[in-house]
């Protein structure tokens, strides 16, 4: 089965008497293994889409499916745990302040419910893997934006999720450091397989990371291709 996939996905919201058309008829595939870029303006559906994927919203028509599960129609309680094999990485890296980089990383696996001598062990692991483990005892106020980012992802795969949903995740760092994640990024889908879905609206990092790449434009497709097909090369 495909990592997602949308089959005829439209999603409205209505608030009073006014109807909004976030996305429309979306056919979508996105492949084990590949990274896959979703770009468009602002306005154009991102965040609907994503929340779609991580079950944070219904779709009004058709259906997604995660890893060639559904994921509506289902309990809440599967739902969670269908989210639970997806990594989120966000723009403002949403790491909790009174946490060291260890701590933040190891919370996910507090939740999952790890053993302490585990957890220890899979959190020295992921620091090294993003290359922080020198910075493990250090507060989010003491990293760099880049170096924030790093701890975000090594917290989104600490429970080895299969798909790394990473929404604008460079869109708060300079050109410099943002090369820096999106490198990261690709070692995390050549060296651990995982599928990523790289949303954004920079098309500079779509072109540094995509294999694919989705426009959406006014909740449509209006353009899916290889990366090199859509973009001009100089
Ligand atoms: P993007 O992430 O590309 O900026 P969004 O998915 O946030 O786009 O929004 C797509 C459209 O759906 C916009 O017109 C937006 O105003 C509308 N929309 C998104 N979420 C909601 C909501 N919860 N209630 C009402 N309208 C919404
Ligand atoms: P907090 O203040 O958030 O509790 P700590 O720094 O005390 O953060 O550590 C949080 C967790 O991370 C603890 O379980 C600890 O064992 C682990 N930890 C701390 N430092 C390291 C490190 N260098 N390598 C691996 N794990 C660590």
Do not use: C
């Not at 309680?77 to 790491?95: K, P, S, T």
């Not at 302040?97 to 939740?111: D, F, K, M």
């Not at 250090?138 to 795969?157: H, M, N, T």
């Not at 994640?181 to 651990?192: Q, T």
Request: no cysteine; charged share 25%; proline share 4%.
């Amino acid at each position: 089965a495909p990592a997602v996939e949308f089959r005829s996905v439209g999603k409205t919201f209505t608030v009073g008497r006014t109807t909004t058309t976030a996305l429309a008829d979306i056919d979508l595939r996105i492949e084990r293994g590949e990274i896959f870029g979703i770009i468009g303006y602002s306005g154009a559906g991102k965040s609907t889409l994503v929340r779609l994927i991580n079950g944070l919203e219904k779709p009004t028509t058709g259906e997604v499916l995660v890893g060639g599960q559904p994921i509506t129609g289902i309990p809440e309680a599967r739902v969670r745990r269908l989210r639970l094999d997806i990594g989120m990485v966000f723009q403002q890296f949403n790491l909790f302040r009174s946490r060291t980089a260890a701590g933040n990383v190891e919370y996910p696996l507090r939740v999952a419910g790890w053993p302490r001598a585990k957890r220890k062990a899979r959190v020295a692991e992921l620091l090294e893997f993003v290359g922080l483990s020198d910075k493990a005892r250090s507060y989010p106020d003491q990293l760099s934006g880049g170096q924030k980012q790093r701890v975000g992802i090594a917290r989104a795969l600490a429970t080895s999720p299969a798909l790394l949903l990473a929404d604008e995740a460079t869109s708060a760092l300079d050109p410099e450091t943002t090369g820096e994640v999106l490198r990261l990024l690709r070692k995390v889908n050549a060296e651990l397989g995982v599928t990523i879905v790289v949303i954004t609206h920079e098309m500079d990092v779509i072109r540094a990371v995509a294999d694919r790449v989705a426009v959406l434009a006014e909740g449509r497709v209006v353009e899916l291709a290889g990366t090199f097909d859509v973009f001009a090369h100089p």
